[in-house]
T-cell receptor, first 115, second 114 residues
């Protein structure tokens, strides 16, 4: 079974550039989550979707961050413009939602470095 | 509101010795409880979960965890640690009722020394 697929695995960019991270959840899962992990803050929930609809984006740090889920098999997290403090590992996770226990399945992450 | 506390940033244990990684939680109502492990440069991997029933839950790689409702704890244990167990461990909780997402602790780094 294919797990959660994220791309790119690594991204190095310069301050001010636009960054787009991509995620393909596990087929049949209807909830998708974006997390950010840093040494200082640990694992932070940025936003999550149920049935492609954003439910809670209170963790999105600023207006520079936006996320979309145009269909059940694809989501993007965009940072525009990027700043050095955005450097982190960004994880996507999915779950079947509904009456499930909420167990999350994580992708391998996208490591972002903003110079 | 849901919350998880992992009181130790780092746990060091000698190979072959038992290990414990602590977790306490706060949730309204009954909880679902989880442990995840993260190896370097990898995503979080599910280890085990408590839903209901037996308070002692067994999971992957010989790990187990004990649910203690009175102490609101869900400590992760293993009878005999391996060097390969060295990783970052996360405890997570969500309430059974409602549809809220998992809340994660800040993680505990386990170092098993040969």
């Amino acid at each position: 079974d294919a797990g959660v697929i994220q791309s790119p695995r690594h991204e190095v960019t310069e301050m001010g550039q636009e960054v787009t991270l991509r995620c393909k959840p596990i087929s049949g899962h209807n909830s998708l989550f974006w997390y950010r992990q840093t040494m200082m803050r640990g694992l932070e929930l940025l936003i999550y979707f149920n049935n492609n609809v954003p439910i809670d984006d209170s963790g999105m740090p600023e207006d520079r961050f936006s996320a979309k889920m145009p269909n059940a098999s694809f989501s993007t997290l965009k940072i525009q413009p990027s700043e050095p403090r955005d450097s982190a590992v960004y994880f996507c996770a999915s779950t079947s939602g509904g009456r499930s226990t909420g167990e999350l399945f994580f992708g391998e992450g996208s490591r972002l470095t903003v110079l | 509101a849901q919350s998880v506390a992992q009181p130790e940033d780092q746990v060091n244990v000698a190979e072959g010795n038992p290990l414990t990684v602590k977790c306490t939680y706060s949730v309204s109502g009954n909880p679902y409880l989880f442990w995840y492990v993260q190896y370097p440069n990898r995503g979080l991997q599910f280890l085990l979960k408590y839903i209901t029933g037996d308070n002692l839950v067994k999971g992957s790689y010989g790990f187990e965890a004990e649910f203690n409702k009175s102490q609101t704890s869900f400590h992760l244990k293993k009878p005999s640690a391996l060097v390969s167990d060295s990783a970052l461990y996360f405890c997570a909780v969500r309430a059974i009722s409602g549809n809220t997402p998992l809340v994660f602790g800040k993680g505990t780094r386990l170092s098993v020394i040969a």
